[in-house]
């Protein structure tokens, strides 16, 4: 089972002597806790159910939890909940190694901490948003526009499109 020490680290010995078809369910309700050196979630909650198959165990499980990432336009810290699924197969033996390359450790000790890591930034934005409708900051002073509008404006002509505004007035 998991301990407290290192929750992510599961003994999943018992499993590998049941019938196939057995399976056991984990359950994580975290406050805070790193995933890796780039990556720290809040309220980490999740369900992880291991089943004895023919060819090792099948891991499946949903998870969600909260991280700090900054705002691409506005350049301000804010919290963004993840949530994803996971699927993945720990092969018992060499010959049954699938597309991830996963093997059950001879200690049948199982570390959860690397495949939540890569399953949580995959769900990370590319291009984070405080909100859908952030205005960023003025390229001119700087100004965050979300808080105060600074009454800079572009100047027409500056875009690379400004030859197209022409065409609209046609």
């Excluded at 057995?22 to 359950?27: A, D, I, N, R």
Aim: net charge negative; charged share 25%; hydrophobic share 35%.
């Amino acid at each position: 089972m998991s301990n407290s020490r290192n929750p992510f680290r599961l003994n999943v010995g018992f499993i590998l002597h049941e019938d196939v078809g057995t399976s056991h369910e984990f359950s994580f309700d975290l406050p805070q806790v790193k995933v890796g050196e780039d990556l720290e979630l809040r309220q980490l909650t999740g369900a992880l159910s291991i089943g004895r198959t023919a060819q090792g165990l099948l891991l499946t499980g949903e998870f969600s939890g909260t991280t700090d990432l900054t705002c691409v336009r506005c350049l301000r810290p804010f919290d963004h909940t993840l949530s994803w699924n996971l699927t993945e197969v720990f092969a018992s033996d060499e010959k049954s190694v699938g597309e991830s390359g996963l093997i059950i450790p001879e200690d049948a000790q199982i570390d959860l901490r690397p495949i939540l890591r890569d399953y949580a930034l995959l769900e990370v934005p590319i291009k984070p948003l405080c909100r859908q409708d952030c205005r960023g900051l003025c390229p001119e002073c700087g100004e965050d526009l979300n808080v105060k509008d600074c009454g800079h404006r572009p100047a027409s002509g500056d875009s690379p499109f400004a030859a197209l505004e022409d065409l609209l007035k046609e």
